[in-house]
């Protein structure tokens, strides 16, 4: 099975707090998967995490009302190998989590960001 | 007979007349002489008391020339001695530790006496009670007396000896010994003793007084002549009468050409009238203000040439007489390295610039991105349609805009060019938050202005003034981040302070406030709370730089109910 075939599968969770951002990758990830949810922080993030219970979780850190971290965190207590890909603007030490499969620095690009979901998904199983 | 020379009974009468006259008359010779023995009595006292006021006029002298105490004590015993008879003796003072007399001198009147004088003498016998009693005390009859046991061998021979103590603040400090008179010591000569030794003991006193003057007074003058700095000092004239060394090669006028001198040989010509006002100011108040607050300005050399000092000003009176003490500190020095600071940290400002600038860039960057490749993807998927390619491109040039504006604005900010002119307070704190909208809004950071007059105007490059801002707003925005606090507030407020033309502008925010163990080193360069990932810390010095050095006014911190508040006080216009 091609990557396009396991994109296909899969169901994703996208947390960022910058619309037009936000937009952009949705718009870019729902021609390639089978289900995308959105949401605009952590708190929303994790409620919808609840709800749908994706396959991959990519989430932006720094958000208002929750952030990345504090969302992982409480992902994590739930599903301990859950499928994390942290999306960055920082290169720090601070934006990263120890349990996320992959950190991007954004710009984001189409074909890094598609690539470390199938990864993530196979590690993941 | 009887007729001749009268009755006989007239005789008798006449002879018993007689009689009585001789009996009368020698009445009034035994009377006669006894007068004049009492008058003989009173030469005599009458040329004591003479001596004694002669002795006690010499010993008077001998305070009132305040030489060195040995030179007078040996002088006021020799008076005592001569005076009351005595013919040998010493003086002693009491050791530091109160257990000995320390011997300043001992006259042994001719008499042989082989007693070592290093051998120690300590304080019992006779002396001790007058040690105790700080009174005069005397034995006539030494060689039967108990104290004999004392005398060690070879002391000269001694018939009778007094003691008196010389007292200070009603402590027995030291004491004459007197010993040897011919017939013995009486009541009188104690008094006498008593008087002379509050001679010695005044003596004793005003040799220390002079000591210790002498002492700091040498100490002020190694310290004032040793001194870089300039001391200076002034009368109510305004004329020097001190002048240093340091002052002399600050300045290159000698001593002798500086003092008497008006002060204002030193002072540029720009300062004269203010000089003159706050020097008179001083005078009339007593005060000069403010009073120990290091003042920066220049002064004036020799050569006509100028210099940046540093200058404390104390205000002191001596019977009634004013003057002025300057220390003056040549601050070009100084100055250099602080350009150099300030120069450097323009140069890391710069690197902060380009953080900000890629810290506002990274957003629109990545969201340009994702436009682009999705333009790619609609043409992948067959989607490509005017309607989508419009919208595509109206967006991306929309975040292209946001990319430009950020340089603007940044750039207008960080430039160093302009002009110092009035500018509105209150405009200007409104664009700073403009300019800041994004970066604290993404922070949750809610920002309440409180202008009681925005008409206040204060004088200086706004651009300036408008980082420094920026830097305590960024500096409570990084401090929220760190502390990771909800419900994040900062309160502008900007007021006029009474009628000195000054205004005030507040930042406070209530993210818990500052370690009051390192609040005061916050604006010192190079300190920062923030871990190594962040800046420099340097904001916090180039607003505390721009605001005092720049626009002369005062930028302070301190803990307020629930955060920091940082307050700018500048001259309005």
Redesign the interface.
Known sequence: MDNIEILKQLSVLYVED?T??RK??V??LR?RCNEIFEAENGKVGLEMYMNYNPDIVITDI?M?VMNGLEMLERIFEHNETQAVIIVT?YN???YKHKKSCRVLI?????KELTDAIVSCYKGSR | MKNENGSYEELVAEVSELRNRVAELETANLLLQQSGREHQKDVVRLRQHEAEIEALLKGSRTVLENQEFKVAARKIFDYCCSLLGATAGYVALLSSDGTENEVLFLEAGGLPCTVDPSLPMPIRGLREVSYRTNKAVYDNDFIKSEWMKFMPEGHAALDNVMFSPLIIDSKTVGIMGLANKKGGFNENDAKMAEVFGEYAAIALRNSRTLELLESSEEMFRSVAETAVDAIVSVNSKGNIILWNQGAGKMFGYSLEEAVGKPITIIIPDRYLESHRKSFLKALSTNTYRPTGDIVELEGRRKDGSEFPLELSLALWKVKGEQYVTSIMRDSTLRKEKDKLVFEQSQQISMGELLINIA?HW??P???????I??I??DYK?HELNEENLNLSVS?AMD?LDRLSETIDSFSRLYNSEGYAKSFHVWSSVKKCLDIMEIYLK?N?ILVNTEFTDREITINGREAKFSQALINILTNSADNFKATGQKEREIIIKSDRIGDFGKATITIADNGGGIDEKIIDRIFDPYFTTK?K?RGAGLGLYLAKTIIEREMGGKLTVKNVNRGVEFSIEVIST
């Open positions: 910058d037009l951002i952009g990758v718009r870019l021609r720094e208002p603007a720090d030490e601070e954004k710009p984001i690009i189409n | 810290h990274r957003q960057l990545n969201s340009i991105g994702l436009i490749q999705n790619e993807d998927f967006t975040e993404g949750e871990g990932t």
